[in-house]
């Protein structure tokens, strides 16, 4: 099991035990963390999973592909450690994985 | 209006049998059974025999319907196979008459002129908005007559999202219906009722760009603001913009957020009418409304479609679609897709996953105004709610003519207060 904390805007924090391979959107949702509304449920064409990386996670999630640069660079909230979470899969890497998520998500 | 009934065009499909016709004569793009609301077999029809279906003729000539959610997604997420040049409506517009405005631009300048106006309607700036908004939707509810039948189109659901539009551009408020206007002659089929040809119809905007222009003037050399115009005047993309891109702009943000509110806001109480369960759900626990909401813009899908055309030659759904040509993608059939949602032929104001809807497309064009739209009817309803036992309504409902903007022109009602 990877364990992932989600940060809420406000501070609440939600502690997430999940199974590798599917994505950090998939375990936010499905441990019912609120502040994650991923409207397209995963095809990264929505931005509604938009998260904010520990920077010292950063490197280990991954590139940034075209597709959800594309979405991520329309975002009124974009910061340098921005990611789409369903873009994200979960690895045995990533155990201890932190996440903020923004006020709001657009 | 031209009415339903009296719709003798050769192209109509009203009354034919959508079972038995011959599939390759099914053509969706006719404005009749929206207005007759006789589309929904023709789209299951689709689904089930031909979901990417080719019609080789009707009046706005070829193109292919997109009837699957999943072939939707596929389309709206790949623009450098499927552009939304020139334009998003079926109908190959005259270069006299097309404005220009980033909804139906590709990357990259549709990013670029995207990102200007966006803050405007991103939710932080909504905040601030939400109480001016509660206050101008509980002014509207207040002054309604209780047990008196009266107009919910006219009283309520333009009305409110005039009034919101003025707020968003910081239009002079006593003359906010020009915006409505000018919102309806810009999507106006000339001789349907608004405006009765072309020439009138460039009129109107050319008189919604002199106003417009007057804004624009007065806020240039102002502080920046948080109004629209004031945003446009004042982004390093916009400043320097051409007047017809402007007010394509100014027309895109107003279409955007007019027709499509003003039915949302329609298609609710009709909904909530026809399923008097969801009504008791909703009288019994009012945290439901945020959900509803997004059931409410699934179930009326303001906005039937959206066109992009091909720029190369590819396959989908086991079709061969050639450049150039017209792809459909209706939002309407894709929403009542029961593979994708759950009891899609039902509405449920409780259902799960409500907001995986097609209403406002997905991808980089995905609708700008989303949270807006939501965070308006969300507090109508909570006001609505507040006042009143039920919306009751107490006539046939009339259509717009269109099957691009699925709305109404007509809701008879009755208010029954709380007892
Ligand atoms: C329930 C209400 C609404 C619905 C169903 C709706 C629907 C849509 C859809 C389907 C698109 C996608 C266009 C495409 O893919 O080509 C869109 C785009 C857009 N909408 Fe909305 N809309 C609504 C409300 C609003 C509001 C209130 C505004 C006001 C600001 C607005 C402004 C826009 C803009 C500017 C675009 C263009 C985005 C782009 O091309 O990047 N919409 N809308
Ligand atoms: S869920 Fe839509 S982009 Fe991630």
């Not at chain 1, 909230?77 to 873009?87: A, E, M, V």
């Not at chain 2, 139906?104 to 300048?109: F, G, L, T, Y």
């Not at chain 2, 932080?124 to 509207?140: F, G, M, S």
């Amino acid at each position: 099991m990877v364990k992932i904390k989600f940060i809420e805007h406000s501070g609440q924090e939600h502690d997430v035990e999940t199974n590798p391979g599917a994505s950090v959107m998939v375990a936010a949702v499905s441990n019912g963390v609120p502040g994650i509304d991923a409207d397209c449920g995963g095809a990264c064409s929505c931005a509604t999973c938009h998260v904010y990386v520990d920077q010292e996670w950063l490197e280990r999630t991954g590139e940034i592909n075209p597709t959800e640069e594309a979405m991520l660079s329309l975002s009124t909230d974009r910061k340098d450690n921005s990611r789409l979470s369903c873009q994200i899969q979960v690895t045995e890497d990533l155990d201890g994985l932190v996440v903020t998520m923004p006020e709001f998500q657009f | 209006m031209t009415d339903a009934s009296a719709d003798q065009s050769k192209w109509s499909m009203v009354g034919k049998d959508p079972w038995t016709m011959p599939i390759e004569k099914i053509d969706l793009s006719h404005p009749g059974i929206w207005q007759a609301n006789e589309f929904l077999p023709f789209m299951e029809r689709l689904r089930l025999e031909d979901p990417v279906h080719y019609c080789a003729e009707s009046a706005v000539g070829p193109y292919w319907s997109i009837t699957k959610y999943k072939d939707i997604m596929q389309v709206d997420t790949s623009p450098e196979i499927f552009s939304s040049e020139p334009t998003i409506g079926i109908v190959d517009t005259y270069d006299e008459y097309t404005l220009p405005s980033f909804i139906s631009m590709d990357p990259p300048k549709h990013d670029e002129q995207r990102r200007i106006a966006q803050p405007v309607v991103a939710p932080a700036n909504l905040k601030r908005l939400e109480h001016l908004i509660r206050q101008r939707v509980c002014n509207i509810l207040d002054e309604l007559p209780l047990e008196t039948e009266f107009d919910w189109v006219k009283e309520v659901s333009i009305e409110l999202t005039t009034q919101m539009l003025a707020t968003l551009f910081d239009f002079p408020f006593e003359s906010r219906h020009k915006l409505t206007f000018w919102s309806d002659a810009a999507t106006a089929i000339p001789g349907a009722g608004v405006v009765s040809s072309n020439e009138e119809r460039w009129a109107a905007m050319e008189e919604c760009l002199q106003v417009f222009t007057g804004l624009w003037n007065e806020r240039v050399n102002a502080e920046p603001g948080n109004d629209l115009v004031s945003m446009l005047a004042h982004g390093e993309a916009t400043q320097n913009m051409p007047p017809m891109e402007y007010l394509g702009n100014i027309i895109l943000l107003i279409v955007g957020g007019n027709d499509t509110t003003r039915n949302s806001i329609s298609g609710g109480v009709l909904a909530l009418n026809e399923n008097p369960a969801e009504y008791d759900k909703l009288r019994a626990d009012r945290s439901i409304i945020p959900n509803m909401v997004s059931e409410i813009i699934r179930w009326q899908t303001p906005l039937a479609y959206m066109r992009r055309t091909a720029l190369v030659d590819t396959e989908l759904g086991g079709k061969q679609i050639k450049a150039g040509d017209k792809v459909v993608m209706w939002y309407a059939s894709g929403n009542r897709d029961s593979e994708v949602i759950d009891r899609a032929d039902e509405f449920l104001i409780d259902r799960d996953k409500a907001r995986q809807h097609l209403s406002f497309g997905f991808g980089l064009h995905r609708c700008m105004g989303n949270r807006l739209a939501e965070m308006q009817l969300r507090i109508l309803w909570e006001e609505i709610m507040q006042r009143f036992d039920m919306v009751e309504v107490v006539g046939q409902p009339e259509r717009v003519y269109s099957s691009f903007v699925k709305g109404y022109t007509h809701l008879p009602v009755r208010l029954h207060g709380l007892s």
